[in-house]
């Protein structure tokens, strides 16, 4: 079964600075792999995925996320954080293949301070 | 198009009661999911539907969980009897094929209290 993990839960920013999330993930074959993004209050929202091709992807909101297959990773980069980017980001890992079967990562909240 | 729609926003009950949980997937989606998140365990996949037809519903906690979907524009979650454990926020989320690949999009969410 695949499985992603988010190793930190917060990560604080200077409004301006440069964000790397990171996520690492577990499956045998080619994943599917999905950035979210939820706001207070609100549902998740798809900020990009990657299924195959350029391991750069580029995504809504100025984020990207780059595939590392030999390190198992898909960490989200921002060149520069806005205020408004202050919400909850969530790593996911989907089965190639068969149905949208999605397994989320516990999440990291970003704190943006001025 | 509206998006995902969900109600009520919020629901507060007591221990005991049955609790209805509705969604209106996007129009021409023809994939829903449930969802459940909680501090404890995260995002939590509970059914998932395709063509109105229950597909995996190995994630529903026990029998007091049922979802159901009669048509492609609407389905519910239904706990019965609730307990305060059931306290959580609930997600519905559809996606146009249910292919891997497929976006998922998501409804605002129900936040759930069980007193």
């Known amino acids: 079964a695949q499985s992603v993990t988010q190793p930190d839960i917060h990560i604080t920013v200077s409004e301006g600075a440069s964000l790397e999330l990171r996520c690492n993930y577990s499956?045998?074959?080619?994943?599917?792999l999905f950035w979210y993004v939820q706001s207070p209050g609100q549902g998740l929202q798809l900020l990009l995925k990657?299924?195959?091709?350029?391991?750069l992807v580029q995504g809504i909101k100025g984020f990207e996320a780059e595939f590392k297959r030999s390190q198992s990773s898909f960490n989200l980069r921002k060149p520069s954080v806005h205020w408004s980017d202050a919400a909850e980001y969530f790593c996911?890992?989907?089965?190639?293949?068969?149905?949208?079967?999605?397994?989320f990562g516990t999440g990291t909240k970003l704190q943006v301070i001025p | 198009d509206a998006g995902v729609i969900q109600s009520p926003r919020h629901e507060v009950t007591e221990m005991g009661q049955e609790v209805t949980l509705r969604c209106k997937p996007i129009?021409?989606?023809?994939?829903l999911f449930w969802y459940r998140q909680t501090m404890m365990r995260g995002l939590e996949l509970l059914i998932y539907?395709?063509?109105?037809?229950?597909?995996?519903d190995s994630g529903m906690p026990e029998d007091r969980f049922s979802a159901k979907m009669p048509n492609a524009s609407f389905s519910t979650l239904k706990i019965q009897p609730s307990e305060p454990r059931d306290s959580a926020v609930y997600f519905c989320a559809s996606s146009s094929s249910g292919d891997s690949t497929d976006t998922q999009y998501f409804g605002p969410g129900t936040r759930l209290t069980v007193l």
């Open positions: 990657y299924f195959s091709g350029d391991t």
């Open positions: 129009s021409g989606h023809n994939s």
């Open positions: 996911a890992v989907g089965v190639s293949g068969g149905y949208q079967k999605v397994t």
């Open positions: 499956y045998g074959a080619t994943p599917y």
């Open positions: 539907f395709n063509n109105n037809v229950p597909i995996d």
